[in-house]
């Protein structure tokens, strides 16, 4: 006859037993732990408020920078998981002795600024080593590139300056550059137009991080008007016209320091471009004209009150001799 084996029934044995309660002990712990951080975080939080309040109180005695202080805000807000939208801003930049004494006053500017990412667009065929030397020194986040303007659309030395688009070439190498490198509905931002011979405060970037769709502010000296700024309807606070010092029938008469767009829009509108076939002067009302009308925009600085941005011009320096061994 055949042996066939007895069949146990399967009473667990100690050592299951022992594996069992260690588990149970383990889930019980990891909850423990959960619980334990997530109180931790929301303590962190209060503690963090408790001490920007303590410390924008006694900034004065504590001596504390305005740049400390955005360092302080940023911190906070990102805990509370309020982080600013990222500002992309698009600088067409060339060779010429003032480069370097507008883009060191830009980029210090924008080093207050903690929700940048610049994008710094050579005129030029190679990159130089003066715009690297430069980004290598601010600390901020920075996206190099260089494409140099046709021949045949570069302004003649002694052209005025109306007479040929500048910039085109390289405000849309700064937008393939974000279409290729960003995602729509994955990155989250805004996109300014900055170049790199105005000047900015940096309340301007608060007011760019507000920005939906269109947001739209006072330039001031420009068009040959103190500022150039938005008509407001008194009661709507809808844009229904603008104060311009030239062509104000323009469909936009905005400046190109005047309006910062959503990243969304500009990913979601591909063919949106500036172009040299452009009319002269309407490079902004064009490309405005891809992403929305004159009802949609949104009025910021204040209902349109504040001037953030100066449209300002660096005088051509003569120069008429060199020290060697210096860059200027
Ligand atoms: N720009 C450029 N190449 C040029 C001329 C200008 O890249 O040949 C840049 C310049 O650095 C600035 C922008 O294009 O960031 C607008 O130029 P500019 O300030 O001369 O124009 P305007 O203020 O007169 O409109
Ligand atoms: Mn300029």
Not at 152 to 166: A, N, S, T, V, Y
Not at 298 to 315: G, S
Request: proline share 4%; charged share 25%.
């Amino acid at each position: 006859m055949k042996y066939v084996p007895e069949r146990h029934m399967e009473y667990p044995n100690n050592l299951d037993m022992k594996i069992r309660k260690c588990l149970v002990y383990f889930l019980g712990m990891s909850i423990l732990f959960i619980i334990w951080k997530l109180s931790v975080i929301e303590t962190d939080v209060e503690k963090l408020q408790f001490l920007k309040d303590t410390l924008y109180l006694n900034k004065e005695q504590l001596q504390l920078s305005h740049q400390q202080l955005i360092l302080i805000e940023h911190l906070y807000q990102t805990k509370l998981g309020k982080e600013l939208p990222m500002i992309y801003a698009v600088t067409p930049t060339y060779t010429r002795y003032v480069q370097k004494a507008e883009l060191t006053r830009i980029s210090q500017t924008l080093a207050l600024v903690p929700n940048v990412h610049w994008i710094l667009v050579e005129d030029s065929d190679e990159k130089t080593d003066l715009v690297r030397n430069l980004i290598a020194d601010s600390n901020l986040l920075v996206t190099h590139l260089n494409t140099k303007t046709p021949v045949i659309e570069k302004l003649g030395d002694k052209d005025p300056r109306w007479k040929k688009h500048r910039g085109v070439t390289q405000r849309n190498a700064g937008l393939k550059w974000l279409r290729s490198n960003l995602e729509l509905n994955k990155d989250k931002g805004v996109v300014y137009f900055m170049d790199d011979d105005n000047t900015y405060s940096t309340k301007l970037f608060k007011e760019i991080a507000k920005v939906k769709k269109v947001g739209v502010w006072p330039v001031g000296l420009v068009g040959g008007l103190n500022a150039e700024t938005l008509i407001l309807d008194q009661h709507t606070g809808k844009v229904v016209g603008y104060r311009s010092g030239w062509k104000a029938d323009r469909k936009f008469a905005i400046d190109m320091a005047g309006f910062a767009i959503n990243l969304d829009l500009i990913l979601s509108k591909p063919e949106a471009q500036f172009s040299y076939e452009m009319e002269k002067g309407f490079q902004e009302s064009e490309f405005l004209s891809y992403f929305t009308s004159k009802e949609e925009l949104e009025p910021l600085a204040d209902n349109c009150t504040k001037v953030y941005v100066w449209h300002t011009r660096t005088e051509k320096p003569v120069v008429k001799g060199i020290v060697p061994g210096l860059e200027v």
